[in-house]
């Protein structure tokens, strides 16, 4: 009756599994036990900020003969450097050039910085005290703003490197940093096509905490890039002699010097020549590098921000004058705006295909590299650097737009250009040319697909 009784019937396989199964909590118990006794509770470390070794390694094949190396000593230079100035993910700092920490540079908010940094942490009520960027942004763009989070090399188009100061979507000019604006708009909106996802549920405060922690990133990762293309001219000498700043503080060294030197005191100790050398190079790097290359260019930002004319009329598609501007826009994407180079006659993408973006132009072009070779890479895929991956002009014929898809947005990146990427800026169009480029792009995805290169008469794009 027993063997009738579905409830409690047995079979040998499933004693079998069930031994296997308490084995398996068995050990698993065992190791966490044994982990408990030989290694305590304790915590993992905190991380670091990642030297940029792909910049080293550009710098060397550019200045040193072949297989030769800057010394050692430099990178704990470089770190020391960056550290007085920035301090750690953990514990950020930001370099007042003044010697007051109370009064901020207007670009960047110091309490945001630290609200932004360190371990995701929250209060009883769930409210963030620390971490925000490390919860939401470091799996991609990486703990030092590198790009190069645990997912970035799965994702197409790889995550942002913040430290090249270079950002497509914006309203200034090439070469200009993008404003609050701006980099709010990403963070709300995301970037369609990519794996930038809109954040757009965070509240106010935290995404300007965001903003602020990310151009932390990247004033950090400028002066880096700049300390490194110094190291060719140093013929060995050190970078910076630490032992003359009190504490790792450059600004507390700087802020000391400068007190010395006004001080009324009658008698004057004559410097030796270690501190002469100290006072030269920790002048250069607060004043030459640091003040006069990113703080200057992120200082009002707002100031170059392109003044968009008002949309015409007949950018709408129910205006009568539609139909002849989009006409006016094929005529220039084929002739004088040159858009089918890149774009394709067809508009889907398929005209240049093998450029690069200046994230991986800026180390690919290093003698002897070769991006379609592995074995040219092998040494800067080592160093960090992510796989050269070539950039595809938009498929213009999907109304998917990364940078937006008003027509100011349009507008902005047709006048502007797309920094960092092959998109060049339209200098040489006029505003009516521009406005007819952005009717014809939105027209587009509804053109027909067999609607080629148009025929060519007297320099003016006739449809087929």
Avoid at 15 to 39: D, E, M, R
Avoid at 67 to 91: C, M, Q, R
Avoid at 186 to 209: H, Q, Y
Avoid at 420 to 437: K, R, S, Y
């Amino acid at each position: 009756m027993l063997a009738e009784n579905r409830s409690v019937r047995f079979s040998f396989p499933n004693v079998i599994q069930l031994v296997k199964l308490n084995t398996s909590v068995f050990v698993l118990a065992l190791c966490l036990a044994l982990c408990l006794a030989f290694g305590g509770c304790e915590k993992s470390p905190a991380p670091k900020f990642r030297l940029n070794e792909v910049e080293i390694l550009k710098q060397e094949k550019a200045s040193l003969p072949q297989d030769e190396h800057f010394a050692e000593s430099y990178d704990e230079e470089i770190n020391a450097v960056l550290t007085s100035l920035f301090g750690t993910p953990e514990s950020p700092k930001f370099p007042y050039l003044e010697g007051d920490e109370d009064e901020a540079h207007e670009f960047v908010n110091f309490d945001d910085l630290k609200w932004a940094a360190g371990r995701v942490h929250s209060d009883r009520e769930g409210r963030p005290i620390s971490g925000l960027y490390r919860e939401h942004c470091s799996h991609c763009h990486g703990i030092t703003g590198d790009g190069a989070g645990p997912t970035a090399a799965f994702l197409n188009p790889y995550p942002r490197d913040f430290r090249l100061s270079k950002f497509k979507f914006k309203s200034t000019p090439l070469r200009r940093s993008p404003t609050d604006h701006d980099m709010e708009m990403i963070l709300r909106n995301g970037i369609p096509g990519t794996a930038m996802p809109s954040f757009r549920t965070l509240p106010d405060d935290e995404i300007k905490a965001l903003i602020h922690y990310v151009k932390y990133l990247t004033i950090r990762g400028q002066l880096e890039r700049m300390l490194i293309s110094e190291l060719s001219s140093l013929e060995g000498e050190p970078l910076m002699d630490m032992s003359f700043v009190p504490d790792g503080d450059l600004v507390a060294a700087l802020v000391k010097l400068e007190a010395d030197e006004d001080s009324d005191d009658e008698e004057e100790v004559e410097p030796t020549e270690e501190q002469e050398a100290f006072e030269e190079q920790l002048d250069y790097v607060l004043n030459e590098l640091l003040l006069e290359g990113p703080l200057t260019r992120w200082s009002d930002p707002e100031d170059s921000v392109t003044e968009i004319p008002e949309v015409p009329e007949a950018i709408a598609a129910s205006h009568p004058d539609h139909a002849a501007l989009v006409d006016k826009g094929r005529e220039v994407f084929f002739a004088k705006g040159n858009c089918a180079q890149c774009h394709g006659e067809t508009a889907m993408g398929d005209g240049q295909t093998a450029s690069y973006d200046d994230w991986t132009n800026d180390w690919i072009k290093s003698a002897g590299v070769d991006p379609t070779d592995k074995k040219t890479y092998k040494d800067f895929t080592d160093a960090g650097a992510l796989k050269p991956r070539a950039i595809r002009p938009r498929n213009l014929r999907l109304p998917v737009y990364r940078g937006g898809g008003q027509p100011q947005n349009l507008y902005l990146r047709i006048l502007n250009g797309i920094e960092g990427t092959p998109m060049p800026a339209g200098a040489t169009l006029t505003e009516e040319e521009i406005w007819a480029l952005v009717a014809y792009v939105k027209w587009l995805p509804y053109e027909h697909a067999d609607k080629v290169k148009p025929k060519m008469v007297n320099n003016k794009a006739i449809a087929r």
